[in-house]
């Protein structure tokens, strides 16, 4: 629920952030509307690093996702992940060698890939178009 309240957030301010390009303003403002709505929150108190932290994590996984989704060969489910029960799958150990952050989607989805899609930046880095 705090993830998900968290990236709601990120979602209200996202006009100002400048294509997603959030700043440490911003993950503090996160940390007062975390610690407001959640008082008892489970784990260390949420501080502007430490949402700037989970932003971080969020990103990787949503950009692992979308590596996955562009891999020919494999399928993706927001609930189900990649779907591979064979734990010795090859083609997937060479995957997650290439791309670490991708095995925890083995046979688990992401449920917050079509916020995250909303939030990343509409064009890539280096793109001179």
């Known amino acids: 629920?705090?993830?998900?309240?968290?990236?709601?957030?990120?979602?209200?301010?996202?006009?100002?952030?400048?294509?997603g390009g959030f700043k440490m303003p911003t993950f503090n403002q996160a940390s007062t509307h975390?610690?407001?709505?959640?008082?008892?929150q489970r784990g260390a108190e949420k501080s502007g690093i430490v949402c700037k932290n989970k932003w971080t994590v969020l990103k990787k996984s949503y950009q692992s996702?979308?590596?996955?989704?562009?891999?020919s060969g494999f399928t993706w489910s927001n609930e189900q992940g990649v779907?591979?029960?064979?734990?010795?799958?090859?083609?997937?150990?060479?995957?997650?060698?290439?791309?670490?952050?991708?095995?925890?989607?083995?046979?688990?989805?992401?449920?917050?890939?079509e916020t995250m899609e909303h939030l990343m930046p509409t064009k890539s880095k280096g793109s001179h178009i």
């Open 1 to 19: 629920a705090e993830e998900m309240t968290f990236l709601e957030f990120l979602v209200l301010v996202f006009p100002s952030s400048g294509d």
């Open 34 to 40: 975390l610690n407001a709505k959640y008082p008892h």
């Open 65 to 71: 996702i979308v590596e996955i989704k562009c891999t």
């Open 83 to 113: 779907g591979i029960t064979d734990r010795k799958d090859d083609v997937w150990a060479r995957f997650t060698k290439a791309h670490p952050h991708a095995k925890p989607f083995m046979m688990k989805g992401f449920d917050h890939f």
